[in-house]
């Protein structure tokens, strides 16, 4: 499911009015009725509700119009109460306001203080109150009456359901740009739009409904439209059952470069990873005085001992013997637990411009590249960069800060620059491809917050690699898989116990559910005729 700016929605309403030949108020029209029946949906006794709908003068407003006319038709007695005087309203909106009024609908003007307290009644008596103040085109920060209205509708202890967007939000920033409805539904019209779904806005969202107002799809496959919800119908396809006439060869052999004295945890937990999700042969080269640890953990391991530093680090001697072994290996994974060490640091200078082999770097190894930002225009390819925020930040040398707040615009820049495929870990991760494409990951929750779950992302995203042949799509599903493990051990055990191994003993849970949707080809996520739950995993 694409996601959209609010530029990007405009254009497309456009195309659908001027070149396609839907009129305005049919989409709006559409988009009223679905609003209305994703309300009902959630509360089958409506006409029992004191429903309070707060408009504006533009087709937000003409939209909240028509829900209160479906409203009234059920039996309902919605107050609509309008920001502006009836004569600023135009265009469709002024058509729906006009058919609102001749149903007999009354529409209060807030124009006067004894307006505002008409107002201010209604909303603390209200149970549901409809928010169609402001659409997607808000830039600047909701002011004067906007603000008062946002302010008095918060205050208030009615459940709030946003018409699009919750007023005071801008579409195109995950930023909060001034005060804005907290709303705890959001029926938004067409596709979600950036603040539906990164935070800090999508906090003031809550449950997200997509509503189908009969856009033309073929408008949102336009390959300029680069940002997209990543849906689990998009990876099912590779969790099909394996065929019969396979062996482990078929599934790749991951060869791990990790640990040194005191972090082989982190080896450990790459490779247990891989197995878990499918990879045929591991093998995990390590600093000699490590390999003990490594080799004890896990019977399925392979392990490969290499020359080691004062300090118990892979030393750069172990150059020739590591490009010896990745002869007849079809992935590399550098980084869990490796360290920084200058002799360490050096030998991956060396190493990676000579790696032909599909690369995923993480942990130390993005710091090692921190440190020698030459390496990032001497990369293999495909490379794969997961880095968390703070590990992203020292390798474009900007602050975290500023990271979170434009990650899209970042993350798709640096991986065109370096023709990387970017991992920006985190709730809500950003997957990267250089081609610009990028998807944003539903699954994940805060238990996952926690030392070692970064190194199980590296192992079965690098056992991914080997086994879904477009890196893109390998990465995606990873990621997926990943934060699918986290809710399903958050289902089980909670989010404060939750730590990175229980993300691995949950794995093939996840994986086989994955499994058992692909063979029944079957999505969960439909309240009915064009009405989707974007939060469903």
Not at 253 to 261: P, R
Not at 363 to 384: F, H, K, M, T, V
Not at 512 to 534: C, H, I, N, Q, Y
């Amino acid at each position: 499911m694409k996601v959209l700016t609010a530029k990007e929605m405009k254009e497309i309403d456009r195309q659908t009015i001027e070149e396609v030949g839907i009129p305005g108020p049919v989409l709006m029209e559409n988009a009223g009725r679905q609003i209305f029946l994703a309300i009902a949906s959630k509360f089958p006794d409506l006409n029992k509700e004191r429903i309070v709908i707060v408009a504006g003068k533009g087709n937000n407003g003409g939209d909240g119009l028509v829900v209160a006319r479906h409203l009234f038709n059920q039996g309902c007695q919605p107050q609509i109460f309008l920001l502006a005087s009836k004569k600023e309203v135009k265009g469709d909106a002024a058509l729906n306001l006009r058919i609102a009024e001749n149903i007999g609908l009354k529409v209060w003007e807030v124009l006067e203080e004894r307006d505002w307290n008409e107002l201010n009644q209604a909303l603390g008596k209200a149970t549901i109150i409809i928010d169609a103040i402001f659409g997607t085109g808000l830039e600047k920060p909701a002011e004067g009456i906007y603000a008062r209205a946002i302010e008095l509708i918060n205050r208030s202890s009615a459940f709030k359901i946003a018409v699009d967007i919750p007023s005071g939000l801008s579409s195109d920033t995950p930023e909060l740009i001034g005060p804005a409805i907290k709303a705890e539904m959001t029926v938004t019209l067409g596709v979600p739009k950036i603040a539906h779904v990164l935070p800090p806005a999508e906090e003031y969202v809550g449950e997200v409904i997509v509503a189908d107002i009969s856009l033309p799809s073929f408008l949102f496959s336009d390959e300029k439209h680069r940002v997209e919800w990543l849906e689990k119908k998009k990876i099912l396809n590779w969790f099909m059952p394996r065929k019969r006439d396979t062996h482990k060869g078929t599934y790749g052999h991951l060869l791990i470069l990790a640990g040194s004295m005191g972090k082989t945890g982190a080896a450990i937990m790459a490779a247990r990873a891989a197995l878990r999700s499918g990879a045929g042969l591991v093998t995990v080269a390590t600093p000699k005085s490590c390999l003990p640890i490594i080799a004890r953990s896990t019977m399925e391991l392979m392990t490969e001992p290499l020359p080691e530093s004062e300090e118990g680090s892979v030393s750069s001697r172990a150059l020739a013997r590591l490009k010896e072994i990745l002869k007849g290996k079809d992935a590399l994974l550098i980084g869990p637990g490796l360290s920084t060490h200058p002799e360490t640091s050096e030998l991956l200078s060396s190493l990676l411009p000579e790696v032909t082999l599909p690369c995923l770097i993480d942990a130390d190894g993005l710091n090692i590249l921190a440190q020698r930002p030459e390496l990032l225009s001497r990369l293999p390819q495909p490379c794969i960069l997961t880095p968390h925020p703070g590990e992203f930040s020292r390798l474009v040398q900007i602050k975290v800060g500023e990271i979170l707040a434009q990650r899209l615009t970042l993350t798709s820049e640096f991986s065109k620059k370096y023709g990387v495929f970017l991992v920006l870990k985190g709730h809500r991760t950003i997957i990267s491809s250089p081609d610009g494409r990028i998807f944003i990951n539903p699954t994940g929750n805060p238990g996952m917050a926690s030392g070692g779950s970064g190194d199980v992302l590296s192992g079965l995203a690098a056992s991914f690699l080997m086994q879904i042949k477009d890196p893109f799509l390998a990465i995606a599903a990873a990621v997926y898989v990943h934060g699918l493990s986290g809710d399903i051990a958050k289902e089980k055990i909670g989010e404060r116990p939750l730590v990175a191994g229980d993300l691995i003993r949950y794995l093939p849970v996840a994986i086989k559910r994955l499994e058992d949707l692909a063979k029944e080809k079957e999505e969960v996520t439909s309240l009915g005729p064009g009405l989707v739950v974007l939060s469903k995993l």
